[in-house]
């Protein structure tokens, strides 16, 4: 068996939009059986909240549990503070009304980080952890935690393998690293219905020329991403991020994909958009 690399979105998403494998994943991640109405890839709410059009890689919901599902290749310092929108975004937009703050659906975001994480640059910190869990339940002044809201935001990185790590975790971080570094002798759980199905998915044998295409275009915008960012670098920072994005507006990449780039904001994006436009016209 040879498996397809799973830090590539295009083999990615044919894996974890499959239905048996969602299901499977959804379930040793954060335990519970959902049944989604359907599994987009894509995803963004309409109308927009804020001045960012956020997409969600996979997006899942039931009547009871909403479900997102990201991966980050690259992990630039401002990732962790992204995902904190992405995650509260969903749970905003369910509010329909100034008369009504009612939250239907638990909101559960899972990212999967698949390159080791960097040196916040800010704090010094380093984390080098597996599984990072974070819930929006409070705690009383004795520890003890008050089950009012029960959503979730996970953060996985097969890259920092702990002994403790519980088995429900270890097979789906397992397939994440056996699919980077041992595609060809993956050592993965079988025994594991969700991951026999992925692994059959992402097979080599059963990636058809147009996948591996866009596989090849995927890595491209990837390295363009990178090359672009630590070109900035040395430009001073809010001058450099912006002449960043200017090179990525002329280069023809949206709105969400120059934003995760730069850092910058959506109303800045459009104000460059607007004035590279201008002077075209000139």
Do not use: C
């Amino acid at each position: 068996m040879a498996l397809a690399r799973l830090d590539n979105e295009v083999f990615f998403k044919k894996a974890f939009t499959d239905e048996i494998v969602f299901k499977a994943f959804v379930h040793d991640i954060v335990g519970i059986n959902i049944l989604p109405d359907k599994i987009e890839t894509e995803k963004s709410f309409a109308p927009i909240l804020g001045n960012v059009n956020f997409r969600y890689d996979i997006f899942a919901e039931d009547s009871i549990n909403r479900v997102i599902v990201e991966i980050q290749k690259v992990e630039y310092g401002h990732n962790f503070n992204r995902f904190l929108h992405y995650h509260y975004q969903a749970i905003a937009e369910q509010q329909r009304s100034s008369d009504d703050y009612t939250i239907d659906k638990t909101v559960y975001t899972i990212v999967l980080m698949t390159a080791p994480y960097k040196r916040n640059k800010i704090t010094g910190n380093l984390y080098k952890d597996e599984v990072l869990i974070s819930k929006s339940n409070p705690y009383n002044l004795q520890g003890i935690e008050r089950k009012m809201y029960n959503h979730e935001m996970i953060f996985l990185n097969p890259n920092y393998k702990g002994e403790g790590t519980p088995v429900n975790y270890r097979d789906w971080l397992d397939l994440i690293y056996e699919s980077i570094h041992n595609p060809t002798q993956p050592t993965i759980n079988l025994g594991n219905l969700g991951i026999k199905r992925a692994s059959e998915l992402v097979n080599t044998n059963n990636i058809d020329p147009y996948e591996w295409e866009e596989s090849k275009l995927e890595v491209t915008k990837k390295k363009v991403l990178v090359e672009e960012r630590e070109e900035g670098k040395d430009e001073g920072i809010e001058i450099g991020l912006k002449l960043v994005a200017i090179k990525a507006i002329k280069k023809g990449m949206d709105n969400e994909s120059i934003i995760e780039l730069t850092g910058l904001t959506y109303n800045q994006i459009i104000q460059l958009r607007t004035e590279n436009k201008n002077e075209t016209n000139e």
